[in-house]
């Protein structure tokens, strides 16, 4: 099974900073990565899929990078409605799996 | 619209069994791969079980041989037959339309409590 390190677990920070998480795999997927948002009490929404293709609708401050086994979702200027847990997902083979998640909550 | 929406969760005794439910909407159901994921309170989201458009099966090692994932694409409609149940198993179940192998949307989800 493929494992995905996402970190930091947490991070804190303000409107308008510029917000990175990163996720590794722990063997080559490609650009086989997608990254959710999720707020509490609902279901994960789809922001980034293939490592950098932005999900319809979603803003374009979110931005996603990387190839083979490290991976990058940045937030460029952090807006209150970007306060959520963030997860990747390798979606190069099953079983699908998830990083652990990214807390980014206000300073 | 696209829209799914989960039923069937509910408390069930170790051991137990429950059918999970999910009715699509706003898209061609018989043409997407479909999945179920699921969520400990306050945890990560754990890959579940998918199913292809074409019937094939998927499932994570920790379910494999206890649910059982179908569809009946005439009522567009999506299924999870849990049995052997465990504490373990208590989460938020999600189904998720494939987009790709990443899902886009999710449904609201349904909670089971495996508990006695």
Redesign the interface.
Known sequence: DIQMTQSPSSVSASAGDRVTITCRASQHISSWIAWYQQKPGKAPKLLIYAASSLQSGVPSRFSGSGFGTDFTLTISSLQPEDFATYYCQQANSFPLTFGGGTKVESK | EVQLVESGGGLVQPGGSLRLSCAASGFIFSRNDM?WVRQVTGK????VS?IGAAGDT????SVKGRFTISRENAKNSLYLQMSSLRAGDTAVY?CARS???????????TLVTVSS
Do not use: N, S
């Open positions: 999945h990560g989201l754990e890959w998918g998927y499932y994570a090692d999600y987009w790709g192998k990443e899902f886009d949307p999710w449904g609201q989800g």
